[in-house]
């Protein structure tokens, strides 16, 4: 789902109305082809909708990013993207001064899952109410870590006043399109 920090959503306008609950109006997912995706999709979600209750697996927290485990999270990013979905630097550093350096980082809503000493997904929100990625590990997926990520950071951005988080997803990808459609986010 994410995009490269060469390629940044518009900053703010995201105060338009949203779709109904439940995501009517998208358009049902396609299959990824074996070419790389050819475009995105923008869904928004008010903030007035509740999000789905916290649900981690036994074992697994949540926290703000840390720079000790800043590696381990690149990594699981890389691995996660490999599939097309998303793009991250190849280098650490780059992406680390990238992420750090933006002018709508805030540590808080960069959310890690851990599972022991293990990073097994990342939520990293923007300050103006963008998910701008959200990974799990492949050996996680389906167990509820990414809607554990998505319901934090729902819950940190309504504590801020957000009216409402968008995001772009790719239009080959069925399943984040799904976990978004639960949470009841629409395209305009």
Same mark, same amino acid.
């Given at each position: 789902? *994410?995009?490269?920090? !060469? ?8 105060? &338009?109305?949203? $779709?109904?609950?439940?995501?009517? *109006? ?5 299959? %990824?082809?074996?070419? =790389?995706?050819?475009?995105? #999709? +923008? ?10 209750? #916290?649900?981690?697996? =036994? ?13 381990? /999270? %690149? &990594?699981?990013?890389?691995? $996660?993207?490999?599939?097309?979905? *998303?793009?991250? =630097?190849?280098?650490?550093?780059? @992406? @680390?001064?990238?992420? /750090? ?9 960069? +959310?890690? !899952? ?11 929100? @923007?300050?103006?109410?963008? /998910?701008?990625?959200?990974? /799990? ?10 809607? !554990? +990520?998505?319901?934090?950071? #729902? ?11 968008? +995001?772009?997803?790719? #239009? ?17």
């Amino acid at each position: 789902m *994410g995009d490269s920090l !060469a390629r940044r959503r518009p900053k703010g306008g995201f105060g &338009k109305a949203a $779709a109904p609950a439940g995501g009517a *109006g998208l358009p049902p997912p396609v299959p %990824h082809p074996t070419s =790389p995706a050819a475009g995105h #999709i +923008l869904l928004r979600r008010p903030m007035a909708l509740p999000e789905p209750p #916290i649900r981690l697996p =036994p074992g697994v927290a949540i926290a703000p990013i840390e720079a000790a485990n800043a590696g381990a /999270v %690149h &990594k699981l990013m890389q691995r $996660a993207y490999a599939s097309g979905f *998303g793009t991250v =630097p190849a280098n650490l550093l780059d @992406w @680390w001064e990238g992420l /750090v350096t933006d002018s709508e980082f805030d540590r808080n809503l960069a +959310l890690v !899952a851990r599972a022991g000493d293990e990073v097994i997904g990342f939520c990293l929100c @923007w300050t103006s109410s963008f /998910v701008k990625d959200l990974v /799990v590990d492949a050996g996680w997926r389906n167990r509820g870590v990414g809607s !554990a +990520l998505l319901s934090t950071a #729902i819950a940190a951005l309504r504590a801020r006043g957000a009216e409402e988080l968008a +995001l772009k997803v790719d #239009i080959y990808n069925g399943t984040a399109q799904r976990l978004y459609r639960s949470f009841g986010f629409g395209q305009d």
